[in-house]
């Protein structure tokens, strides 16, 4: 049996899904079972795909992405997501969080970065990305 983690990515944009797609398939531990660009496809290939992780990207080409963690979360509860997202302001935290969101990550060429927040957020912990942790302090 495949012992890698199964990760579906879902992003408006065709080259962030296939970059990134790439990228994860450099790492033993990880292979991506799936890409999505409007939210039925997504929803569906989670279903065939029983992935371990998610990636949202900050909207899908038909809808929001805090309303893609809200209904994904409400379908597939053991579901880890991570929202990726260059626009951070604390009430966009707030939504993805408690729309089940398991992180943030912003849109960096670090790929080292990238692999070990998923690690993290695979093994349950919540991970928010530099920019996140920094507007969350600025705002007591």
């Given at each position: 049996?495949?012992?890698?983690?199964?990760?579906?990515?879902?992003?408006?944009?065709?080259?962030?899904?296939?970059?990134?797609?790439?990228?994860?398939?450099?790492?033993?531990?990880?292979?991506?079972?799936?890409?999505?660009?409007?939210?039925?496809?997504?929803?569906?290939?989670?279903?065939?795909?029983?992935?371990?992780?998610?990636?949202?990207g900050d909207c899908l080409q038909d809808v929001d992405g805090v309303a893609v963690c809200e209904a994904l979360h409400a379908a597939f509860?053991?579901?880890?997501?991570?929202?990726?997202?260059?626009?951070?302001?604390?009430?966009?935290?707030?939504?993805?969080?408690?729309?089940?969101?398991?992180?943030?990550?912003?849109?960096?060429?670090?790929?080292?970065?990238?692999?070990?927040?998923?690690?993290?957020?695979?093994?349950?912990?919540?991970?928010?990305?530099?920019?996140?942790?920094?507007?969350?302090r600025a705002h007591p």
């Amino acid at each position: 049996k495949d012992s890698r983690h199964r990760i579906i990515v879902a992003d408006r944009h065709f080259a962030i899904c296939q970059g990134l797609e790439m990228l994860l398939s450099l790492d033993p531990e990880l292979t991506v079972v799936g890409k999505a660009h409007h939210w039925n496809e997504f929803r569906d290939q989670v279903g065939a795909n029983q992935p371990d992780l998610v990636i949202v990207g900050d909207c899908l080409q038909d809808v929001d992405g805090v309303a893609v963690c809200e209904a994904l979360h409400a379908a597939f509860p053991a579901v880890y997501m991570v929202f990726l997202t260059d626009r951070v302001s604390v009430e966009r935290l707030a939504d993805v969080l408690l729309a089940g969101a398991s992180g943030t990550r912003a849109f960096s060429n670090d790929f080292d970065l990238l692999v070990s927040s998923l690690r993290k957020m695979l093994a349950g912990e919540l991970v928010l990305s530099r920019e996140a942790a920094a507007e969350l302090r600025a705002h007591p």
